[in-house]
């Protein structure tokens, strides 16, 4: 006799002595089973890598690799002068764990490769915890396993980068934010903000600025969420006023708002210096002229154009002195592309962007790899002509039809089509579940908050397009809560009047 269906969610798991089992195991365990095919997928291509020596897709990934082995062999100070100790203190939450493994097994590519991966994959379980919240079981298995097989999540949760380490602290925040509710104690309110204080300080170590957007962010989603309303108040002033102190900012990091206010300009010329992706045609404002010190390399190409090496000279450093095995591309050791303080080379905590700048008769310059003039504008008015072009690189470029596609842009223009619909999804998703702000607030208010920051900052569609994937979790999460309104209106429509 056969046995009838039983429904999960939104879908039926079907009859079968082969499928059935399996399927049943899966429902009952989405996360587990959505961090198990993330990955899987994410060892798989992390080999694959390895083995064919690829490493074109991520040259940054160099740098962290070389700075692991000189921690871990304890020459990093004469490995790297000034800009290697600086890079390692600003991501020690990722670098630390790679020289850890380092010491363990020896400096293989590998072993960074994992460290990257187990995060991508937590990152997808994560979204499947947090969506359960608030979208049937069905749906969030989906959402998960959207977010652990978007191409270009797995491509940067696969080599050695931080971003995926990012990505996982700031669905961790979701979930701790998004756990608590209206009848949450006192004392669940403050541990969820002792948690929340936590990653923040991890992600000081690891990204900044994100780490200041997700501050605020959680502030204000404690604040909206109901609840006991004294409690969640001076939960999230200790939050908003404790917190930066133990990572060295002011009340608020205000201090960080400030700065970063006055050199949205600088930081978007800095950014578009020599990229062949560059939103802003920084060149077409240059001037012939030649200001003292010209020549000297000071790109910041966060993608590895150019060979970037402190002191010039385009010698391939990390090939030289690592003995971790490299091929001999150009590497990039610029700036942090995030501007995070203390990464300069040779600077000793000095703030690159202010120091190689000039400034003549009120106006500033930067000079390029190639000795060129160019002017920075900081003003209100560049900065509002720059932000619609930055708004559409860092949400949704490359288009299909943008000209001179390059192999790279082509394989991310194809992701353009998917980010555009999660986002529209996502809008209608967000509205539908206005009134459970205990739950959507951070993602919403954090992804809002991404978006015009990182318009205003990018400035090439590598940098940016990277970048976006860490809001990936929260728009994802929100888009299938649009796609479960959408289905059930569907079904209601098609059942027609009872």
């Given at each position: 006799?056969?046995?009838?269906?039983?429904?999960?969610?939104?879908?039926?798991?079907?009859?079968?002595?082969?499928?059935?089992?399996?399927?049943?195991?899966?429902?009952?365990?989405?996360?587990?089973?959505?961090?198990?095919?993330?990955?899987?997928?994410?060892?798989?291509?992390?080999?694959?890598?390895?083995?064919?020596?690829?490493?074109?897709?991520?040259?940054?990934?160099?740098?962290?690799?070389?700075?692991?082995?000189?921690?871990?062999?304890?020459?990093?100070?004469?490995?790297?002068?000034?800009?290697?100790?600086?890079?390692?203190?600003?991501?020690?939450?990722?670098?630390?764990?790679?020289?850890?493994?380092?010491?363990?097994?020896?400096?293989?590519?590998?072993?960074?490769?994992?460290?990257?991966?187990?995060?991508?994959?937590?990152?997808?379980?994560?979204?499947?915890?947090?969506?359960?919240?608030?979208?049937?079981?069905?749906?969030?298995?989906?959402?998960?396993?959207?977010?652990?097989?978007?191409?270009?999540?797995?491509?940067?949760?696969?080599?050695?980068?931080?971003?995926?380490?990012?990505?996982?602290?700031?669905?961790?925040?979701?979930?701790?934010?998004?756990?608590?509710?209206?009848?949450?104690?006192?004392?669940?309110?403050?541990?969820?903000?002792?948690?929340?204080?936590?990653?923040?300080?991890?992600?000081?170590?690891?990204?900044?600025?994100?780490?200041?957007?997700?501050?605020?962010?959680?502030?204000?989603?404690?604040?909206?969420?109901?609840?006991?309303?004294?409690?969640?108040?001076?939960?999230?002033?200790?939050?908003?006023?404790?917190?930066?102190?133990?990572?060295?900012h002011q009340p608020g990091a205000v201090d960080l708002l400030y700065t970063a206010s006055r050199r949205l300009g600088t930081v978007r010329t800095y950014m578009a210096m020599g990229a062949e992706s560059a939103i802003y045609d920084s060149t077409s404002r240059s001037d012939d002229g030649m200001l003292p010190g010209a020549g000297i390399d000071r790109s910041a190409d966060p993608e590895g154009s150019a060979s970037v090496v402190p002191g010039g000279n385009e010698i391939d450093l990390l090939e030289r002195e690592s003995t971790v095995v490299l091929p001999g591309v150009d590497i990039d050791r610029s700036a942090d592309p995030e501007g995070s303080a203390s990464v300069v080379p040779g600077g000793n905590e000095i703030d690159l962007l202010e120091r190689e700048s000039?400034?003549?008769?009120?106006?500033?310059?930067?000079?390029?790899?190639?000795?060129?003039?160019?002017?920075?504008?900081?003003?209100?008015?560049?900065?509002?002509?720059?932000?619609?072009?930055?708004?559409?690189?860092?949400?949704?470029?490359?288009?299909?039809?943008?000209?001179?596609?390059?192999?790279?842009?082509?394989?991310?223009?194809?992701?353009?089509?998917?980010?555009?619909?999660?986002?529209?999804?996502?809008?209608?998703?967000?509205?539908?579940?206005?009134?459970?702000?205990?739950?959507?607030?951070?993602?919403?208010?954090?992804?809002?908050?991404?978006?015009?920051?990182?318009?205003?900052?990018?400035?090439?569609?590598?940098?940016?397009?990277?970048?976006?994937?860490?809001?990936?979790?929260?728009?994802?999460?929100?888009?299938?809560?649009?796609?479960?309104?959408?289905?059930?209106?569907?079904?209601?429509?098609?059942?027609?009047?009872?």
């Amino acid at each position: 006799m056969a046995v009838r269906p039983e429904p999960v969610g939104a879908w039926t798991v079907t009859d079968g002595p082969h499928y059935r089992r399996l399927a049943d195991w899966m429902f009952r365990h989405p996360i587990a089973t959505v961090m198990s095919v993330a990955f899987t997928v994410r060892a798989v291509v992390a080999l694959v890598l390895n083995v064919t020596n690829t490493w074109s897709l991520a040259p940054d990934a160099h740098q962290y690799l070389a700075l692991a082995e000189a921690v871990s062999s304890g020459r990093l100070d004469s490995f790297w002068p000034g800009y290697g100790p600086s890079l390692y203190n600003s991501t020690r939450v990722f670098s630390g764990q790679v020289v850890f493994l380092f010491d363990l097994f020896g400096p293989y590519r590998i072993s960074a490769q994992l460290v990257a991966v187990f995060y991508g994959s937590l990152t997808a379980g994560l979204t499947v915890l947090l969506a359960r919240r608030f979208i049937r079981p069905a749906f969030a298995m989906a959402a998960g396993l959207m977010v652990a097989l978007v191409p270009s999540q797995i491509l940067w949760s696969t080599v050695a980068l931080r971003e995926s380490t990012i990505w996982a602290l700031l669905a961790g925040i979701a979930v701790i934010l998004g756990n608590l509710s209206p009848t949450s104690t006192r004392r669940s309110i403050f541990v969820a903000v002792l948690g929340v204080a936590v990653a923040y300080l991890c992600l000081e170590f690891l990204r900044g600025q994100t780490a200041f957007l997700a501050l605020w962010s959680g502030t204000l989603a404690l604040l909206v969420g109901r609840g006991d309303r004294r409690a969640r108040v001076v939960a999230a002033a200790a939050l908003l006023l404790v917190a930066p102190l133990a990572a060295n900012h002011q009340p608020g990091a205000v201090d960080l708002l400030y700065t970063a206010s006055r050199r949205l300009g600088t930081v978007r010329t800095y950014m578009a210096m020599g990229a062949e992706s560059a939103i802003y045609d920084s060149t077409s404002r240059s001037d012939d002229g030649m200001l003292p010190g010209a020549g000297i390399d000071r790109s910041a190409d966060p993608e590895g154009s150019a060979s970037v090496v402190p002191g010039g000279n385009e010698i391939d450093l990390l090939e030289r002195e690592s003995t971790v095995v490299l091929p001999g591309v150009d590497i990039d050791r610029s700036a942090d592309p995030e501007g995070s303080a203390s990464v300069v080379p040779g600077g000793n905590e000095i703030d690159l962007l202010e120091r190689e700048s000039t400034v003549v008769d009120g106006q500033k310059f930067v000079i390029d790899a190639d000795g060129k003039v160019l002017p920075v504008y900081n003003d209100l008015e560049a900065n509002l002509q720059a932000f619609p072009s930055g708004l559409m690189a860092v949400a949704v470029r490359p288009f299909p039809w943008d000209s001179r596609q390059t192999g790279k842009h082509l394989a991310g223009s194809i992701e353009s089509v998917f980010w555009a619909s999660m986002f529209l999804l996502a809008a209608v998703g967000a509205w539908s579940r206005r009134r459970e702000l205990v739950v959507v607030a951070f993602p919403v208010v954090f992804s809002v908050v991404y978006l015009v920051s990182a318009a205003l900052t990018q400035g090439n569609l590598g940098t940016a397009f990277r970048h976006r994937a860490q809001i990936l979790f929260a728009i994802v999460l929100l888009a299938f809560a649009g796609v479960q309104v959408l289905w059930d209106r569907r079904k209601s429509r098609n059942l027609g009047p009872s």
